[in-house]
């Protein structure tokens, strides 16, 4: 009577001995996922820098819709001031 796994063949063909192959691999996949784990983080402070520019964008976006509408109310009161003189040819009515 043999060994239970006498008949079984790696995917090569090759006898299985135990998964020799998975031993010489792991250090393939140890630095499969330290380069995956380093990418993350790339693109994770990538995305974080994007945040911030966002937000000051919006900040800045907010300052100019101020400045646009205390703009907008000066012009009104400088339109109303305006508005009490006339010009009648050459002559400024008051």
């Known amino acids: 009577m043999g ?3 006498a008949g079984r063949r790696t995917l090569d063909g090759g ?3 135990g998964r020799p192959g998975l031993l010489r691999a792991t250090p393939f996949l140890k630095a499969l ?3 995956a784990a380093a990418e993350q983080s790339r ?3 990538d995305v974080s820098q994007l945040d911030e ?3 000051r964008n919006a900040a800045l976006v907010e300052e ?3 400045a646009a509408a205390s703009m907008e ?4 009161g400088l339109e109303s001031a305006v508005a009490t003189f006339k010009l009648s040819g050459d002559r400024l009515l008051v």
Not at 73 to 76: F, L, N, W
């Open 64 to 66: 100019a819709a101020a």
């Open 73 to 76: 109310r000066q012009s009104e």
């Open 3 to 5: 060994s239970r796994h």
């Open 15 to 17: 006898p299985d001995r």
């Open 43 to 45: 693109g994770i402070d």
């Open 33 to 35: 996922a330290v380069n």
């Open 53 to 55: 520019m966002t937000q």
